[in-house]
């Protein structure tokens, strides 16, 4: 369990009794137990505590909640579907938690192929809609039944498809959030030039709600891609994977997905979800690769996946409920690691150069710090970003998540390729970023949220 160290001030009751004049009385939420099932993060590694819980339904209401908060000096842990993986939505400090779960609408525009969509949209029902619609939604990850577009947009998530359309920023053209400051700033026309100055969006997204709570996004969608294929291809190398998967982005137009896993993963999923071994024996390292079109891709891939080097083994499935087997086997990993333990997630990002040789020097560097530590390792091979997954170490031992990202540093990577900075990786933001821009990072907290009152836990202050 870890907790931030600084001091949990009283919060003055009138603070409460204002609240449910702002939002109602059903959406504070004060009952211990109905609390205590925001206060940790999913994969139970953080655990904070907090007094209440506030439900805004309108950005109008989030921004009276913002100016009470101000008021009375009471710092907000803004949440959506609680799926972060970085522990940027525990309430370290004691914070009031406040869930834009209620903010739900939904509009799509479907001459310019937008949506607008409130905070707490969950990302499959985005999909969903937008497929009904006769397009869809670039951003796909495996918690996409809890995961809110608020959540999505303030961590710039990224996920399976970023290879095609980019992360979370590449599909926003307009925001709705209320800054710490209280003032609300709209931008939800979805032109798709409109060189008027800052791009606030660009700001506020990916900052991790430490300069405004976000109400509402305007997104851009894409053609859909409805016939897809699915190739679950075994290599001897993890070397070998990392080049097919660089070949593939280039010589495959339809190319959706380039997902890396291994065999320990590999046999800790199927031990997890009953599935059969998709070939006869045990390889060094495995790509699941996806091709997606408006015209079946079955032969484009299987030309491509034939001239490919090193390939030891290939599945392929054009078959819907086949493929979603073959994707369980990567998108089994969160879950089935979190069952076997309570993970250290270190999500990093490296040169795709380099990428092989630190996934093959990573078990080595656990080992020497944190002897009988277990790692998982799997990512999205063509984005560089490899998921260190490591069980058997105590929640708030973080000696292995020091060696780790000093490892990807001084290999030119990032310490965080898609989960954010959150409360977890605060430490070590200094190791990708300068002083001088950790000044600049300090200089836009203190214009736009000169209260602290928005996640002061995440992100900076490490
Ligand atoms: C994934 O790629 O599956 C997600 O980022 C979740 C995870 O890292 O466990
Ligand atoms: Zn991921």
């Known amino acids: 369990m870890t907790r931030d160290h600084r001091e949990v001030t009283t919060i003055d009751p009138t603070f409460f009794a204002e609240a449910v004049d702002v939002v109602g009385a059903n959406h504070v939420l004060r009952d211990a137990d109905v609390v205590a099932g925001y206060t940790a993060d999913w994969t139970g ?18 921004q009276a909640l913002v100016g009470l908060c101000r008021r009375h000096g009471v710092a907000l842990a803004l949440q959506g579907g609680n799926t972060g993986l970085s522990g940027g939505t525990v309430p370290l400090a004691g914070e009031v938690v406040c869930s834009l779960r209620r903010l739900t609408s939904l509009e799509l525009d479907t001459v310019s192929g937008q949506v607008s969509v409130g905070a707490g949209v969950v990302l499959s029902d ?39 359309y980019g992360d979370t920023r590449a599909q ?11 003032h609300v700033v709209s931008h939800m026309g979805g032109l798709i030039k409109d060189n008027t100055g800052y791009f606030l969006p660009g700001i506020l997204c990916g900052s ?105 083994a290939v599945a392929v499935a054009a078959d819907p409920l086949r493929a979603a087997e073959l994707w369980r086997y990567r998108e089994g990993h ?97 190791l990708n970023r300068t002083e001088d821009e950790v000044a600049a990072f300090g200089v836009l907290k203190a214009a736009l949220d000169p209260d602290g009152v928005l996640n002061p836990s995440v992100l900076l202050g490490g």
């Not at 985005?126 to 009904?132: D, K, N, S, T, V």
């Not at 869809?136 to 290879?163: C, I, K, P, Q």
């Open 45 to 62: 590694r953080f655990t904070g505590t907090s007094p209440a819980v506030i439900r805004p339904g309108s950005t109008e209401e989030a």
């Open 208 to 312: 991790e709600g430490t300069l405004g709570l976000v109400t509402a996004a305007r997104l851009r969608l894409v053609p859909r891609a409805p016939e897809r294929v699915v190739a679950l291809l075994a290599f001897g190398e993890v070397a070998g994977a990392i080049e097919a998967a660089s070949t593939l982005r280039r010589q495959l137009r339809t190319l959706s997905a380039a997902e890396l896993f291994l065999q320990p993963g590999m046999d800790l999923v199927r031990a997890h979800t009953g599935q059969a071994a998709p070939f006869g024996g045990p390889h060094g390292a495995y790509l699941l690769v996806e091709a997606s079109d408006d015209r079946d891709p079955t032969a484009d891939l299987s030309l491509a996946v034939d001239s490919l080097p090193g390939v030891a």
């Open 126 to 164: 985005l999909q969903a809609a937008a497929e009904a619609a006769g397009w869809a939604y670039g951003v796909d990850f495996a918690s996409r039944g809890s995961a809110t577009l608020g959540g999505s947009v303030a961590t710039n998530a990224g996920g399976m498809r970023v290879l095609r």
């Open 334 to 430: 969160t879950d089935a690691i979190n069952h076997h333990g309570t993970p250290h997630k270190l999500d990093v990002s490296l040169p795709p150069a380099v990428l092989a040789d630190f996934v093959g020097r990573v078990p080595g560097v656990v080992e020497s710090v944190s002897s009988g530590a277990e790692v998982w390792l799997f990512g999205h091979a063509a984005d560089g970003n490899v998921h260190v997954n490591v069980t058997g170490i105590a929640p708030d031992d973080d000696a292995v998540d020091d060696a780790v990202f000093k490892l990807a540093a001084a290999m030119g990577g990032s310490v965080s390729a898609e989960h954010g900075i959150g409360t977890a990786k605060r430490r070590w933001l200094h």
């Open 172 to 182: 926003l053209l307009g925001l709705t959030a209320v800054l710490g400051t209280g």
